[in-house]
């Protein structure tokens, strides 16, 4: 799915308007029943609702929505924030056809801001994406009042004060939901970790808008959806045999840290590779020949660590269909070195997470030797390693982009709503998962994935959005078993299905 600027959004409304066509008044009503579905399927009629309406379309959608909650007997209070001279012509419209039905409060001055009870729901029509400075004066004052009451909180279309797609100034006044109802397409701020604050739970309304107009929109942000993600599986052949499925090659563990290598090894062979072999120091070997009895063990000739000089030969590199390296590996100055051989030999891409990417960010000659292509699986802290420090979520998104575009990586920043950067510029937000997966082991389930989907042959790219997908689907159906504070890496693998 793809997300649009503010102004590409509202070309979008005027290509609506012209092209369906649909009267402005009209699509605003649309809009109003759709928010209006999506309420009354949650909040029942025992619950008083406030409405708060700014001066603009935001307050039109919210005039348009206290209507229609009053005609199906929600009790409603309307109030229109008086913050400036003049309204909207649709707002107009929709005052004049509530004034028939219902009184309306006017809040002119501090004084006039109600009290807010705790059973009531708040529905935020103040501001929308027509927001162009920060609030202040008697806006401000109404923000703070909703966000100090006890009530639920509902926005339309966005929180009023908050910027769509652009960096707020320090200390902005912006109203803190539980709930979000976007019109159409969310918004890039919905996906900013350090902005959840002014979002909540949110959700999008299918208003209408013309689905031509945004299919040939260009965007470098998409929000990775399961639809999507079903096209971009493979299904198997009936004739296919192991070999049909790749080979892939784990440089993983350290001592006291071979759990990370079996994590990885288990999430590899339950995502569908052919062969696996698995590369761990001597201390290893029997952990994983006992603890991952599918996977072929190649031990390294050092006790402890990875230092690439194996105990018995070994397959040629480019015999593998792809390498996964880092998980639990350490950075100590041998493992440098076979991270170094291993950079120089690949010319595939491969998978590169942790203590690999630790010793990149700490080695940056090595950042050149990397195969493009490649997918570099960092959390934050490993990125800004790699990276610099950012000011904010979008300077974050910047560097990303850079950094992925310059060096021709697939980079998977991980967090809530993973973020995948790719060579040729675009960034795709992940949907699935769930901050049970905070816990330690599941970005070495991550890198199994990935390798495994490398070795069967798919782009890195669509191995990036599929794995990342697939890896928070499985912690989302492992909660729901299980719920988020008991969650392990283990049960992540256990609950991944691949269909
Ligand atoms: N354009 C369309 O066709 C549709 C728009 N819709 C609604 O329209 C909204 C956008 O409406 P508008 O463009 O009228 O804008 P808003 O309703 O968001 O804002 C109204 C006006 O407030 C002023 N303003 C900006 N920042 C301010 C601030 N900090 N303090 C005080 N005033 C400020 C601006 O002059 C702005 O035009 C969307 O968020 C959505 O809710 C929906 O009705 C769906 C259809
Ligand atoms: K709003």
Wanted: charged share 20%.
């Amino acid at each position: 799915m793809k997300i649009l600027t503010v102004e590409q959004t509202r070309a979008l409304d005027q290509y609506t308007i012209e092209h369906e066509p649909v009267a402005p008044l009209n699509l605003m009503e649309r809009a109003a029943q759709a928010f209006t579905d999506w309420y009354t399927a949650r909040f029942d009629k025992n619950r008083p609702v406030r409405i708060f309406c700014g001066l603009g379309n935001n307050g039109g959608d919210g005039l348009a929505i206290a209507r229609l909650l009053i005609q199906l007997d929600y009790t409603v209070q309307t109030c229109v924030v008086r913050y400036a001279p003049r309204e909207s012509e649709d707002f107009m419209h929709n005052h004049r056809r509530l004034k028939l039905l219902a009184s309306i409060k006017y809040i002119e001055s501090e004084q006039d801001i109600p009290v807010i009870r705790p059973k009531e729901v708040v529905i935020d029509a103040i501001l929308g994406s027509g927001l162009s400075r920060t609030t202040e004066g008697l806006v401000q004052s109404v923000i703070d009042a909703i966000n100090h009451s006890p009530a639920t909180v509902v926005a339309v279309d966005i929180a009023s004060g908050l910027f769509a797609d652009t960096a707020n100034g320090p200390n902005a006044t912006i109203v803190q939901p539980d709930y979000t109802v976007a019109f159409q397409l969310p918004k890039l701020a919905f996906l900013l970790p350090t902005l959840s604050l002014y979002v909540g739970e949110w959700h999008w309304v299918d208003i209408g808008l013309s689905r031509a107009y945004i299919e040939r929109t260009p965007t470098t942000y998409f929000y990775t959806t399961d639809q999507e993600v079903r096209h971009l599986l493979r299904t198997r052949n009936r004739f296919s045999h192991k070999g049909s499925f790749g080979h892939a090659l784990l440089l993983v563990g350290s001592y006291g840290k071979i759990g990370a290598g079996v994590l990885a090894s288990r999430a590899c062979l339950r995502s569908g590779v052919g062969l696996l072999s698995v590369q761990v120091p001597r201390c290893g070997y029997e952990i994983l020949q006992t603890s991952v009895p599918e996977a072929m063990c190649q031990p390294d000739g050092h006790l402890h660590i990875l230092t690439g000089q194996p105990e018995v030969e070994q397959p040629e590199l480019d015999t593998f269909s792809a390498v996964g390296v880092g998980p639990g590996i350490g950075t100590a100055p041998e493992t440098l070195e076979m991270l170094r051989k291993l950079l120089a030999s690949v010319k595939k891409p491969m998978v590169i997470d942790a203590d690999a990417i630790n010793l990149i960010a700490k080695n940056r000659d090595l950042i050149d030797k990397i195969p493009k292509n490649s997918i570099l699986t960092p959390h934050p802290k490993e990125f800004e390693r790699l990276t610099r420090r950012w000011t904010s979520d979008y300077d974050k998104l910047g560097i990303l982009r850079d950094f992925a575009q310059r060096n021709r990586f697939v980079v998977v920043l991980k967090g809530a709503n993973t973020a995948i950067a790719t060579p040729d510029g675009t960034t795709h937000f992940n949907s699935t998962g769930n901050p049970g997966m905070s816990t330690g082991g599941t970005g070495d389930v991550l890198t199994g994935i990935l390798t495994a989907l490398l070795a069967q042959g798919y782009d890195p790219v669509e191995a990036a959005v599929l794995g990342v997908f697939e890896h928070g689907r499985a912690g989302d159906r492992a909660a729901d078993l299980r719920g988020q504070i008991g969650l392990t890496a283990s049960d992540v693998i256990e609950a991944l299905r691949w269909d």
